[in-house]
């Protein structure tokens, strides 16, 4: 070998060194510079190499049509000690509140200290729809729709994409699938309708299962998820999630966010986050894997005659519905023994809308 590629060989290798060392050196958080109401803006995070205590940041998932960045408020908390991921998120429906109250509130009384693992919290997924006070996440694209985020996970990475999907696919790649070893997704019943405290999860996995009864909800229902969904993709990937129904949307209701708190610090004892033993909930969930719709398949006013966690057997009158004068349209009677799940508490139905839903 000649000098000249002696040299050129021991610069190669002591690139190759560089970058190595470059590639360990790799910061836990992707930092685009900016600053938003003096919170660090980031687009990638590695929560769990984070140094111990708590951190705020804004996560840049997108862009809006007029050019400013779209913003998610993400709060990692990092223990003095090692152990699991713990990912937690709330309102990827934007009208579903009390999940961020349930997040300020853990917050709040976590200490990094006692804190075995990290806790990643997203207290307000769907920036764009709680903005606009909708479920839903606003487009303009094609005169404008709107788009239900949580049946578009894992959403995309391409530039043609829409940018509902782009900006899940950001979220997914850049915050949610990388910092979670366990997940639970905070929601509530829909506009004009309330659950107890609820847990949808598959019991195919035993953790999942497992962190269904560790939350203390009065209801879960055991199924095989539902495509598109948070928790179902991230069930695909390995990671055991559950998805958390607190009550009803456009409101805080303090004895569930209570309850929801207290079931979320019980699964992290449960998982080693928290020092001590998971304690058996105060409340016994009764479990189904099956649940009913009874829905008004005509507009008119409606009177329910049971409320949630009623139980309810096969043939009992369950609602009525009235027309305009106050006459009775039709009576509705439960189609099998179960529990009742969720009611509506608009009593303005149009065709089609949900009375009731009863677990079995
Ligand atoms: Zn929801």
């Keep these: 070998m000649t000098p000249f590629l002696r040299l050129i060989a021991s610069l190669m290798i002591a690139l190759g060194a560089a970058?190595?060392?470059?590639?360990?050196?790799?910061?836990?958080?992707?930092?685009?510079?900016?600053?938003?109401?003096?919170?660090?803006?980031?687009?990638?995070?590695?929560?769990?190499?984070?140094?111990?205590?708590?951190?705020?940041?804004?996560?840049?998932?997108?862009?809006?049509?007029?050019?400013?960045?779209?913003?998610?408020?993400?709060?990692?908390?990092?223990?003095?000690?090692?152990?699991?991921?713990?990912?937690?998120?709330?309102?990827?429906?934007?009208?579903?509140?009390?999940?961020?109250a349930v997040l300020h509130r853990l917050l709040e009384g976590l200490n990094a200290e006692t804190l075995s693992g990290t806790v990643v919290a997203v207290p307000g997924l769907n920036q764009p729809g709680i903005n606009a006070n909708n479920r839903r996440f606003p487009v303009s694209s094609?005169?404008?729709?709107?788009?239900?985020?949580?049946?578009?996970?894992?959403?995309?990475?391409?530039?043609?994409?829409?940018?509902?999907?782009?900006?899940?696919?950001?979220?997914?790649?850049?915050?949610?699938?990388?910092?979670?070893?366990?997940?639970?997704?905070?929601?509530?019943?829909?506009?004009?309708?309330?659950?107890?405290?609820?847990?949808?999860?598959?019991?195919g996995n035993a953790k999942a299962r497992a962190a269904a009864h560790m939350l203390g909800p009065d209801m879960i229902k055991n199924d095989a998820g539902q495509q598109g969904t948070l928790e179902t993709s991230l069930m695909k990937e390995?990671?055991?999630?559950?998805?958390?129904?607190?009550?009803?949307?456009?409101?805080?209701?303090?004895?569930?966010?209570?309850?929801?708190?207290?079931?979320?610090?019980?699964?992290?004892?449960?998982?080693?986050?928290?020092?001590?033993?998971?304690?058996?909930?105060?409340?016994?969930?009764?479990?189904?894997?099956?649940?009913?719709?009874?829905?008004?398949?005509?507009?008119?006013?409606?009177v329910l005659h049971v409320g949630l966690k009623d139980v309810v057997t096969k043939g009992q009158k369950v609602a009525t519905l009235y027309d305009a004068f106050g006459h009775v349209i039709r009576t509705y009677k439960a189609p099998h023994n179960g529990w009742v799940l969720a009611i509506s508490t608009d009593p303005v139905r149009e065709a089609g809308s949900m009375l009731l839903r009863i677990l079995q």
């Excluded at 506009?191 to 949808?200: H, K, S």
């Excluded at 004892?269 to 001590?276: N, P, Q, S, V, W």
Aim: proline share 7%; charged share 20%.
């Design 19 to 100: 970058q190595a060392a470059h590639a360990c050196m790799t910061a836990p958080v992707e930092e685009t510079g900016d600053r938003v109401a003096g919170v660090p803006v980031i687009t990638g995070l590695d929560a769990a190499r984070l140094p111990q205590g708590r951190h705020d940041f804004y996560f840049r998932a997108g862009w809006r049509n007029t050019g400013e960045p779209i913003h998610v408020p993400v709060v990692v908390v990092r223990g003095a000690q090692p152990g699991k991921t713990l990912l937690l998120t709330a309102a990827v429906h934007g009208d579903e509140l009390n999940g961020i």
């Design 238 to 302: 390995g990671i055991p999630a559950v998805t958390l129904e607190v009550g009803a949307p456009k409101q805080f209701q303090p004895e569930l966010i209570d309850r929801a708190v207290w079931g979320i610090m019980n699964l992290m004892r449960h998982e080693g986050l928290l020092a001590g033993d998971a304690e058996a909930p105060p409340v016994k969930a009764i479990v189904g894997s099956n649940y009913t719709n009874i829905y008004a398949d005509r507009g008119g006013i409606a």
């Design 142 to 203: 094609g005169g404008g729709a709107l788009v239900d985020l949580n049946r578009n996970f894992p959403g995309t990475d391409e530039v043609g994409g829409s940018t509902s999907g782009r900006y899940i696919g950001a979220l997914w790649g850049g915050l949610l699938r990388p910092n979670a070893d366990f997940a639970v997704d905070i929601h509530t019943q829909t506009r004009g309708a309330a659950y107890p405290l609820f847990v949808f999860a598959d019991f």
